[in-house]
């Protein structure tokens, strides 16, 4: 059982590589929001498909991509674009490009009598978008999950500022609050490669 203080550990360690120059492409670290996504990973299947954009780290640790696998492909540059067959876990750094590939997929599981489901991550700004509006209204009929993980910030710009506010929550949507532990891209430090 993956706790919090392995996810911090595994983060601080990517850091570490990152700020030694080993990390050719850019990184997004997760921070912050350890407790509320053991939480969510509780209902998560094994077998369960999972989405993510680019930070994505906790997400794949918590969905059982092995730690050392993990470490690297984000050394090897990977770490806005993760994939694993098993578990099933996909992720992008393009901003909304993870929902429609996860309405596909709970789609074509449905379709094939899958008890399993599909769990798509988002962030608030991508919350904001036309492409989430549009899907999530879709796919009520399907088995898709989605987790809307709430930072305040549309990558560095306050999202109720970038967006002129918030639209209401959906019952049917994971919702939660949390201040990101590491800046947008990178440690904050610079690094030359």
Known sequence: MIDKQFLIDFEYGIKEIYEAGKIPAPIHLSGGNEEQLIEIF????KDDWVFSSWRNHYHALLHEVPADKLRIMIIRGKSMSLYSEKPKFYSSSIVGGIIPIAVGTAKAQKLNGSKNKTWCFVGDMTFETGIFYEAHKYVRNHDLQFVVEDNGLSTNTPTNKTWGGSR??????????????????????????
């Open 42 to 45: 509780e209902d998560v299947n």
């Open 168 to 193: 209401d929550i959906p019952e049917d949507i994971i919702y939660y609050k949390y201040e990101r532990g590491y800046p947008h891209h990178g440690t904050g430090n610079w690094i030359l490669f």
